[in-house]
């Protein structure tokens, strides 16, 4: 096994730093609602956007005259990034056998192990951001009752999703363009027999997120899958991350920055998640994997967001 030392440690540490701030798991769907943007600093105020952001504000100018100034967004509630650190040893005697096997990094995997679990706090962070009623205004919310519910075939979820679009743009001026979802939501819709009828050729079973995002005329429809469980009991169940709930919002597609309004956005500190440069522990024969990630996720633009609550039995 080659020696690990300062000079080495200087070359691994920023590769595998890398492949964490690269890290995607394919369940996790909070960064459609609340995309990483860079911040500086570790605590400060939230850009919030209101109406103000889509105003017409008249910008003709005749020789001479002053220009219009404008700001983007203005400072809200304040904000403080949470520290979140794991460390993964990898025994000493697994990182002999892997040498033996080609292809084999146990440095990336003892990585992704840390992420898969920080992401996952993440997105339970987010979810609990956006299922929130509490979060959003008395007109861009709505508990489904009864036959409301969308896995009653009585209910009416695509009228439903186009009323909520259309109080979202006069709210704040512009449409959503992503739903998230649970996983028990998602099946209610695709079985649903409205939209089953929408798609007279195909089975339930094949619609798939991609057809019904088009059905509703958005940019991307998504799934949260996530589960947990927050107890370390015997036989502790396990949690939906996205409850009962669906969620339209306005979010860029891209080049997602402080100054461009969104329902939502991860306050990431500049550089984050990263790896320690791995140490040996003694005591446990193996060298240890640290990686730190500070974050936040914040709402910026609720009114671009709307709530559905509720939405099974």
């Avoid at 370390?232 to 461009?260: H, R, T």
Wanted: hydrophobic content about 40%; aromatic content about 10%; some cysteine.
């Amino acid at each position: 096994m080659a020696p690990l030392n300062t000079r080495t440690a200087r070359v691994i540490d920023p590769v595998l730093s890398g492949i964490a701030q690269g890290y995607r798991h394919g369940q996790r769907i909070g960064h459609m609602l609340f995309p990483a943007i860079d911040v500086t600093q570790r605590g400060g105020q939230v850009i919030e956007f209101g109406r103000e952001s889509f105003f017409d504000y008249k910008a003709r100018r005749a020789p001479g005259a002053d220009a219009i100034s404008i700001q983007f967004g203005y400072q809200g509630k304040p904000y403080t990034l949470e520290q979140f650190s794991l460390d993964v040893p990898v025994p000493r005697e697994h990182m002999e056998e892997a040498e033996a096997v080609p292809g084999i990094d146990l440095g990336k995997r003892a990585v992704n192990t840390a992420m898969d679990t920080l992401t996952l706090t993440l997105e339970i962070d987010q979810a609990n951001l956006a299922g929130n009623p509490a979060n959003y205004g008395a007109l861009n919310k709505v508990a489904l009752v009864g036959s409301a519910r969308w896995n009653n075939p009585a209910s009416t979820p695509i009228s439903d999703i186009e009323q909520a679009k259309d109080q979202v743009r006069t709210t704040c001026g512009v449409d959503p363009n992503r739903l998230a979802i649970s996983s028990k939501g998602f099946k209610a819709l695709k079985r649903h027999p409205s939209i089953v009828e929408r798609f007279k050729y195909t089975t339930a079973d094949s619609i798939t997120e991609k057809m019904l995002a088009a059905l509703f005329d958005l940019e991307d429809l998504v799934v949260g899958k996530a589960t947990y469980v927050d107890s370390d009991a015997a036989g502790a169940p396990f949690k939906e991350a996205w409850g009962n709930f669906a969620c339209l919002a306005y979010v860029p597609s891209q080049d997602a920055a402080l100054e461009q309004p969104s329902f939502g956005y991860t306050y990431t500190l500049k550089g984050h998640p990263f790896v320690e440069p791995p140490r040996w522990e003694g005591t446990k024969r193996s060298w240890v994997y640290g990686v730190t990630y500070e974050r936040k996720p914040v709402l910026t633009g609720i009114a671009s967001g709307f709530l559905f609550q509720n939405i099974t039995d």
